[in-house]
């Protein structure tokens, strides 16, 4: 086939803004159309990689405005032959079996010539980033009797090759150096009668890392329109041994721009001479598919925008198409925005009132059509009841309430000898425990922890490797790391102190798990010089120096009951009067608290749970960025104060300088459709 060099016209549209009439929209509708044309493959008779027909909606133009054209073979095993095929096909008002649909009106004659055809797993924005690959493969699809997620993936799934890129008879350097894919249309004027036309290709492959320009030509008038790829998802290389080409391969696709409008009977489509360079790039002249129209089609609309912090900039890029002039018209929920009338949309500085479901109205002078919708959802904090806030009793310093996370109450619980009234059953088959958030009274070198406890032994069962952690706070990743309290597996139940680095660890002489109600202290100095005691029932069990120096984590909360560290069980028993000192108590005073409960050091006691009453009512914070710092503040105005390592959700326990909430958030920039396709 003679191909005719002659100069080339510009493909971009111009961006016009036109004001269209009800009589202006009469002009041309007789003759108003859109078609969608497919090229098939035929792997062998693979039913994974053979065919794949346009079932579903696609680039704006429903199932039935696609033609599937006869499948071109691979040229591989059972299907092979000698490299070139020339295909031909008749469309027309009448045509409604093997995959072609009937035409609104006239006639086309279709001849197309490809070097082999392939299949390519590039499935367009139904597949999952950055490579958009068809998820599970085609094979998966088949397996479960699905069709792939969209007729988008349907059209990419399938492409004539470009003569050059490696396939069927290519040599040891991957370079075939056959003709092109090329395509021929008459018989236009009996589909448009009225009406100038514009082209748009689509094209994949199995081994590109981009698409190179293409040209569609009106013969009539020796006219060529260069259209070109402008933007491509990055491809993955997946060049590997036994593959006969040093290119780089890998599946990809894109949507070309548009062609200016065409008023001819008679086109041709062809790939520019792809370049190809061993180890270097691998420009693609493929193709899939094409459209034409006289009417306005959007073959990309705006992708939703899941989540929009504040001050964000979002683009909502839609593509369209359609003989010019092209008048664009934005809408929010249906309703106009005034003066958003370009071809795209941006949202500056974005705030929770602009969420919405977003669409565009393109006209001109054939018809309008509307985008799917672009659905932008702001990420707002929202707050919901929670019964779980464990209220610290402390009689002098700052209040430092808890979180109860499944820990049940309880009014009183007798051992036979001792009673306890308003304890907290902790059962370690459930999610239980309660945290403090990280307060500056906690992270002192020197402390005291007391507490009573009734457990008949840990849960062997529960989730974690051995012991059961009473009182935890997490400095690092891994069990080493933590300061921690534990409950040993089995009888008697000893309990087991680990300071962070293994900087002290020892091991209690008495045992706890026997059910009975038992008061336990542990004091602790941090410093090289210092150690670490535990008291049991008023009385010193064991005590170690430390063998090291060691500090805190700043920010990591207390956590009585259970431990973030998996290595660690939850608690399985009863606790009771649980109190944090950032001194060291002497032997006197944690007699005295055991003999008589007082309230000894009020200067130094930083946290005191009674558990007189159940756990009260609190509120709970949920919000979705990731990246947010929750901050909060004594009043409306400020000082704004960042809560460090809060995720959500996050309970508020009550506070003076806790009584307003928001988050501190860097904007982004967010692309509705980052790559053209």
Known sequence: MKRPHVAVKSSRNKKIACTVSAAALMLGVSSAATIGLHFQENYCGSAAYSGYPVTLAAFGIASNGWENLTPMNTGYGSCSGPLGYNLS????TNTSTDGLNRLPN???????????????????????????YTPGGPAAAIALNTNPASGEE???????????????????????????????????????????FVVELIASSDSMETLTNAFVIDVTDLLTNSVSYPATPPVLNTLGAGYDTGYYQGSGGGLSTVSGALNTDHIQIMSAQPQHVAGEFNHAGTISGFIMTD????????????????????????????????????????????????LSYTITNFNPGASGSYTSVVTNL???????????????????????????????????DGVNMGASWQAS??????????????AAALTNGITVQDNPAFDGSTGTITFWM??????????????????????????????????????????????????????????????????VALTFDQSASGGAALYIDGALDSTNANAAGWTWLAGKPLEIGYSSDTFWRDYNGLLDDVRYYSAMLSSSQIATIYSSAAVVDTNDLQLQFNFTAPPGRGIVLTWKESSAVLQSAPTISGQWTDLPGTTSPYTIVPAATQQYFRYRYVPQTLVSNPYLM
């Not at 009673?419 to 907290?424: A, L, S």
């Open 89 to 92: 096909e008749v469309i027309n």
């Open 413 to 426: 619980s007798s051992d036979g000898t001792v009673t306890r009234t308003g304890v907290m059953d902790f």
């Open 454 to 519: 009734r457990s008949a032994g840990t849960n062997p069962n529960a989730s974690g490797n051995v012991g059961a952690s009473l009182f935890c706070r997490p400095v690092g990743p891994a069990a080493g790391n933590d300061f921690v309290l534990v409950q040993q597996d089995g009888s008697p139940g000893n309990l087991e102190f680990v300071a962070p680095g293994f900087a002290n660890t020892f091991t209690s002489v008495n045992g706890v798990s026997d059910n009975k109600w038992h008061f």
């Open 106 to 132: 006239g006639s086309l004659s279709l001849n197309w010539f490809g070097p082999t055809a392939a299949f390519s797993a590039f499935a367009g924005y139904a597949g999952s980033p950055p490579y958009y």
């Open 154 to 196: 349907q059209i990419y799934a399938t492409f004539l090759r470009d003569g050059v890129n490696f396939g069927p008879g290519s040599p040891s350097v991957g370079n075939n150096d056959q003709p092109g894919y090329s395509v021929d249309i008459t018989g236009l004027k009996s589909l448009f009668t009225n009406s100038s």
């Open 295 to 342: 009417k306005p089609v959007v073959t990309m609309s705006s992708r939703s925008i899941p989540l929009a912090g504040p001050g964000d900039s979002i683009l909502l890029n839609p593509y369209a198409i359609g003989v010019p002039p092209m008048a664009y018209q934005w809408r929010l929920n249906g309703r106009s925005i005034a003066g958003a009338t370009n």
């Open 366 to 400: 054939y018809g309008a059509t509307t985008s799917q919708v672009s659905t932008v959802t702001g990420d707002l904090i929202t707050q919901s009841p929670t019964n779980g806030i464990v209220y610290d009793s402390n009689p002098a310093n700052a209040q430092n």
